[in-house]
């Protein structure tokens, strides 16, 4: 009678030990962004770019950082261009904060546009 007790609790013990790790190796691992957070930043600075432009089209953004401030919270950013009204290039800075536990923009920006000069030929 008291081995198949003394089995019973060997066995609790090594099931609750093999618990309690799994569940400490899942906390202690990062939270990564998802892999969709650059498609819906772009999506959201688009749409953003657009209420504000109607005129603008041939939208395109290069992403050229990225940071995490927080253990909740990521961030991209990087240049785009565009062409605006009288089809004049334009170029700006953008950035995107990204809620990687609610998988929802927190604040999306995308600067001020500059107008692009044409080179000047040298003689």
């Keep these: ?5 003394s089995r019973t609790l060997a ?3 090594v099931a609750l030990a093999v618990g309690s790790f799994a569940a400490f190796a899942h906390a202690q691992k990062k939270e990564k962004p998802p892999k969709d957070m ?8 688009k749409d953003k770019i657009h209420a504000g432009h109607p005129e ?7 992403k050229t950082r990225e940071w995490q401030p927080s253990t909740t919270q990521s961030g991209i950013g990087g240049t785009g ?25 927190v604040d999306v920006d995308h600067g001020k546009f500059k107008v692009e000069k044409p080179e000047k030929k040298k003689k």
């Design 11 to 13: 066995l609790l013990i």
């Design 38 to 45: 650059l498609a819906k930043c772009e999506k959201h600075l």
């Design 1 to 5: 009678m008291t081995r198949s007790i």
């Design 56 to 62: 603008a089209h041939k939208i395109e953004l290069t």
């Design 81 to 105: 261009s565009m062409v605006g009204a009288e089809n004049k290039p334009r170029t700006f800075e953008w950035t995107c904060v990204y809620d990687t536990k609610t998988q929802k923009i």
